[in-house]
């Protein structure tokens, strides 16, 4: 399984981002998949995370409102889209998929991550 993001790069404060996560070798059907983010000096936190489960998208309370996630299984690929940004979401964000079909799991549960994108906001 082989996870890779994209997308990342530096933005202004206010612009939108669409970050990617494309999967091979990864059983859409049966993985959740989540968008996390690691600010300097912080700790790594979902914000999104997506799954064939009836329950829907997932955002933390801290993703509400300017983050969405989508997916598109033909092409395998999992986006995060990220409007009006703020300088605060600096951050190195990674996708990581979870045998499943809940968002609802420990993090310790996503086994397979990608090796991140470094998303760098300007004000």
């Known amino acids: 399984v082989q996870l890779v993001e994209s997308g990342g790069g530096l933005a202004q404060a206010g612009h939108s981002l669409r970050l990617s996560c494309a999967a091979s070798?990864?059983?859409?059907?049966?993985?959740?998949i989540g968008w996390f983010r690691q600010a300097p000096g912080k700790e790594r936190s979902m914000l999104a995370c997506?799954?064939?489960?009836?329950?829907?998208?997932y955002y933390s309370r801290s993703a509400k409102g300017r983050f969405t996630i989508s997916s598109d299984n033909t092409r395998r690929t999992v986006y995060l889209d990220v409007n009006s940004l703020k300088p605060d979401d600096t951050a190195v964000y990674s996708c990581a998929a979870a045998y499943g079909s809940s968002c609802l799991q420990p993090v310790y549960e996503f086994h397979y991550w990608g090796q991140g994108t470094q998303v760098s906001v300007s004000s």
């Open positions: 997506i799954s064939t489960s009836s329950e829907g998208p």
């Open positions: 070798r990864l059983d859409f059907d049966h993985h959740a």
